[in-house]
């Protein structure tokens, strides 16, 4: 392994580095007033399109896809640093066009889509017109084994319909979101369960499409993107929308999710790090008992062990990335998984012992501290909960062990 970068990827660096110096953190806290007055919650700032402008005019843009003759052409290992700078500030992905749920939707389109398909959704996308999101989770059954998905999706002449509820449909509240990609079941008689589901697109504006309700995270209902419970009654769409052919949802659901579970552990190590920065420049200036924070060994240790956390998840990281685009997202399935457990953990732990340095004022809305935390923790249950990953993992180490 060599994670030494090409010149190519450290002009990235400093380049994006310089902009979110320029162009971002000066725009975080008018970014997040933003929604405490406004009347259309799910309607982004308008500074937003005007920082894609920018981003844009840069070429600051679509730096996620690898291999691709859409992105930048950047490697998992050489898009890891710019998707932890990126991760600093939550919101910033989006002036990139490199945000969830829209950079695992794109990679979809661009692996598994139509010529129609990607001309319809994916264009549009990619220019960062349009927002999507991911319809996969279901309140009747543990989604977390995508086997159980009962959502189903049934052939009627020219046209699929469906019928099924879904929830936590991260981005569909916002209203620039248009279209959902929707798993449900095509085949539920499959003796092979791997092959009994089907991807489909499902334009969010299709008859039959409701949204229940935003579902509430830590009782916020997180602003414009939201993740809403959405009821499909008869939602017919055109039999032309299906993903790739019947059967195989399942085979692109691991396609999606692999590179999307990194992207968002490259962005947790940005967030610890930016935790840490903010824990180190507290114990620096806060007074207590007569002497500085940062005096207190209870204090330096908790910066000593983050510090370390941190570093030991970007590693581990770097390593999986590295693997990823030797091997292929199925081989380096071992090493996804133990980051996808090991990096939201640490960031979890790093924003609480800020948290705890900052005091009461770590709580408060006066810091991003308790946002972030609220935001990290779902990770710990989004592209599966730590148990899932766990298990499977050590179903791989019995059998190497066995073997």
Same mark, same amino acid.
């Given at each position: 392994m060599n994670f030494t970068y090409t010149k190519k990827v450290t002009d990235l660096i400093e380049q994006l580095t310089v902009f979110m110096d320029k162009h971002i953190y000066p725009n975080d806290q008018a970014y997040r007033d933003h929604f405490k007055t406004?009347?259309?919650?799910?309607?982004?700032?308008?500074?937003m399109s005007d920082l894609k402008k920018k981003a844009q005019a840069e070429d600051l843009w679509n730096l996620f896809l690898p291999d691709s003759d859409h992105g930048a052409g950047l490697s998992n290992l050489e898009y890891a640093p710019l998707a932890e700078i990126m991760g600093h500030i939550p919101w910033s992905s989006e002036v990139f066009n490199c945000s969830a749920p829209d950079t695992g939707n794109m990679e979809v389109l661009d692996r598994y889509g139509t010529k129609?398909?990607?001309?319809?959704?994916?264009?549009?996308?990619?220019?960062?017109?349009?927002? !999507?999101? =991911?319809a996969m989770t279901e309140p009747a059954v543990a989604s977390s084994d995508a086997s159980n998905i009962q959502t189903p999706i049934v052939l009627d002449g020219d046209n699929y319909v469906i019928n099924g509820r879904k929830w936590w449909t991260s981005g569909a509240m916002n209203t620039a979101c248009k279209i959902l990609i929707l798993m449900g079941k095509t085949d539920p008689e499959n003796p092979n369960r791997h092959k009994q589901q089907s991807m489909i697109l499902v334009p969010k504006d299709t008859e039959g499409v409701e949204i229940?309700?935003?579902? !509430?995270? =830590?009782?916020?209902?997180?602003?414009?993107?939201?993740?809403?419970?959405?009821?499909?009654t008869d939602?017919?769409?055109?039999k032309e929308n299906i993903l790739l052919g019947e059967g195989r949802g399942f085979e692109i659901a691991q396609g999606r999710l692999g590179p999307g579970r990194i992207h968002h552990c490259m962005r947790l190590v940005g967030i610890a790090e930016r935790a840490l920065t903010a824990m180190c420049e507290r114990a620096n200036n806060r007074v207590a008992f007569g002497k500085l924070l940062s005096a207190q060994g209870s204090v330096r240790e908790s910066i000593a062990i983050s510090a370390s956390e941190i570093e030991q998840a970007r590693l581990l990281t770097l390593m999986a990335a590295d693997k990823m685009d030797r091997y292929g997202n199925k081989e380096a399935s071992d090493l996804i998984s133990m980051i996808k457990v090991v990096a939201p953990q640490m960031a979890c732990r790093v924003?609480?012992?800020?948290?705890?340095i900052h005091g009461a004022a770590g709580v408060s809305g006066d810091f991003f501290l308790a946002e972030a935390y609220a935001g990290v923790r779902t990770l710990r249950l989004a592209d599966g909960p730590d148990e899932v990953h766990l298990a499977s993992l050590a179903k791989k180490m019995l059998k190497k062990h066995t073997a």
């Open positions: 406004t009347d259309n919650i799910w309607q982004q700032p308008p500074l129609a398909q990607q001309e319809q959704w994916l264009d549009p996308l990619l220019r960062g017109e349009i927002r !999507s999101a =991911f229940i309700r935003p579902m !509430s995270v =830590f009782g916020s209902v997180d602003p414009p993107h939201g993740h809403p419970e959405i009821a499909f939602v017919r769409v055109p924003i609480d012992r800020a948290i705890q």
